[in-house]
C-alpha cells in the first residue's frame, strides 16, 4: 500500500486517515470521510462559524485518473461513486457555509469535483 500524503489545516480528522473531520474552531463537525475507498481527497470549507480550513488526504496514484462527467450518487448522506458505488464522503451541509471539494474513487480511480 502507498503511503498516505496528508495536509490539514484549520480542521482535525478523528483517524489519520478517515472518519469525523472537524473545524478546529468551533469543534463541529463538518465532514465524514470514508476510510477505504478514497484515492486522492480534498476539502476545503467555510465553517458556520466563519473558520476557513482544508482537509488534504491523498495515495499517490500510478494509474490514469479519470475525469467523470457525471456527478457523485447521494445515498442516504454519503456521497458515493456514480460507477461502482463506493461510499466515499459525506458533508456536514448545516455547520458549514460553503464547500470545495475533489475526490477520486479507489477503485476506479475517478474523479469528481464540486467545481465542474
Ligand atoms: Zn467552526
Ligand atoms: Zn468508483
Known amino acids: 500500500m502507498s503511503e498516505l500524503i496528508s495536509d ?4 482535525r480528522i478523528l483517524k489519520k486517515n478517515g472518519s469525523w473531520m472537524y473545524c478546529d474552531k468551533c469543534n463541529k463537525t463538518v ?3 470514508c476510510y477505504s475507498t478514497y484515492q486522492d481527497f480534498q476539502f476545503d470549507f ?3 462559524c466563519g473558520n476557513k480550513g482544508s482537509f488534504r ?3 499517490k496514484a500510478a494509474e490514469k485518473i479519470l475525469q467523470s462527467n457525471k456527478e457523485l450518487k447521494l445515498n442516504k448522506n454519503r456521497l ?3 460507477n461502482d458505488n ?4 459525506t458533508i456536514v ?3 458549514i457555509e460553503k464547500v470545495n471539494y475533489s475526490i477520486i474513487c479507489k477503485k476506479c480511480l475517478t474523479h469528481y469535483d464540486s467545481k465542474s
Do not use: A, H, R
Open 46 to 48: 467555510v465553517c458556520k
Open 80 to 82: 458515493c461513486c456514480s
Open 86 to 89: 463506493s461510499p466515499l464522503f
Open 8 to 11: 490539514i489545516k484549520n480542521g
Open 57 to 59: 488526504l491523498s495515495y
Open 93 to 95: 451541509d448545516k455547520n
Open 31 to 33: 465532514g465524514y470521510l
